[in-house]
Each structure stands twice: as structure tokens, then as C-alpha cells.
């Protein structure tokens, strides 16, 4: 495959999947130049840029927290997590007992989960508030 994004866009892409999943709302530029390990959001002002003439994201400069994956940049980050995947399975060792069934998903995946849900429910209830207000304001 093409490479589309270099290994740094497909790093910044990941994290900003990961900060919008996790807190359920995008992150800000010093949030993600904290993530990057970026001494100041210069340069993931750049690579924001690059990444928005590829396609692979939006982001409305003035407004806070506009950043958003488009459908072709998840698809990026979720090919590079199958080849990911992929390599490491190669290096696994065969599965010794091949017909016992998965387990199932213990306790603290379905916390998880729910976290994950709670976040993107919280988020969806203010950005439904903030229109109410928007809505009544007028």
C-alpha cells in the first residue's frame, strides 16, 4: 500500500483518536503537543496542516477543540493497527491449545467499555445543552 501519512501524521492521528476517545470531546493544540512530547504546538500546527491537505483530518484554526479525524484518516490508523498486528502475531508463538474456545471479557474490559461509552454520552449531552442555550440565546 501507499504510504499516505509518514510515521509522525499516522502518531499524531493516533493521538488524537486516543485524547477524543478517552475525554470524549477533541483535544486542544498544547494537549497534543504535551502527548507528542512537542516543546511547543508549532510544530503540530504543521503537522495538523499537512494531514488536513491530505484529508485525513479537519480543523477550523480559530475555533478550540475543532479537531476531528475524517473517515479516511481513522482508516489509517486502523490499516497501520492491523499491520501492527500482524507483525506481532508473526512473531507469536503457535497457539498451543488452538480449540479452546476465547474467554470472555473480564471485568475490567467491560469497565472499560462503559468509560469509553460514558465519555462519548457525556460529550453528546453538553454539545445538545450548548445548542439548547445557542437555540434559546436567539
Given at each position: 500500500m501507499k504510504m499516505i501519512a509518514t510515521p509522525r501524521q499516522v502518531q499524531i492521528m493516533e493521538v488524537i483518536h486516543e485524547l477524543s476517545t478517552r475525554e470524549g470531546y477533541a483535544p486542544s493544540l498544547?494537549?497534543?503537543s504535551d502527548e507528542l512530547c512537542m516543546r511547543s504546538p508549532g510544530g503540530v500546527v504543521s503537522g495538523l496542516?499537512?494531514?488536513?491537505?491530505k484529508g485525513l483530518l479537519t480543523w477550523?484554526?480559530?475555533?478550540?477543540?475543532?479537531?476531528?479525524?475524517?473517515?479516511?484518516?481513522i482508516n489509517v490508523i486502523c490499516h497501520r493497527r492491523n499491520e501492527v498486528e500482524m507483525?506481532?502475531?508473526?512473531?507469536?508463538?503457535?497457539?498451543?491449545?488452538?480449540?479452546?474456545?476465547?474467554?470472555?471479557?473480564?471485568?475490567?474490559?467491560?469497565?472499560?467499555?462503559?468509560?469509553?461509552?460514558?465519555?462519548q454520552i457525556a460529550a453528546l449531552l453538553e454539545k445538545?445543552?450548548?445548542?439548547?442555550?445557542?437555540?434559546e440565546a436567539r
Open positions: 498544547e494537549e497534543l496542516q499537512s494531514l488536513m491537505k477550523r484554526r480559530k475555533a478550540a477543540r475543532s479537531i476531528r479525524l475524517t473517515p479516511a484518516g507483525r506481532l502475531h508473526a512473531r507469536a508463538e503457535p497457539d498451543p491449545c488452538p480449540h479452546v474456545e476465547p474467554m470472555a471479557p473480564t471485568e475490567e474490559d467491560v469497565r472499560a467499555a462503559h468509560r469509553v461509552i460514558d465519555g445538545a445543552a450548548k445548542m439548547l442555550r445557542t437555540r
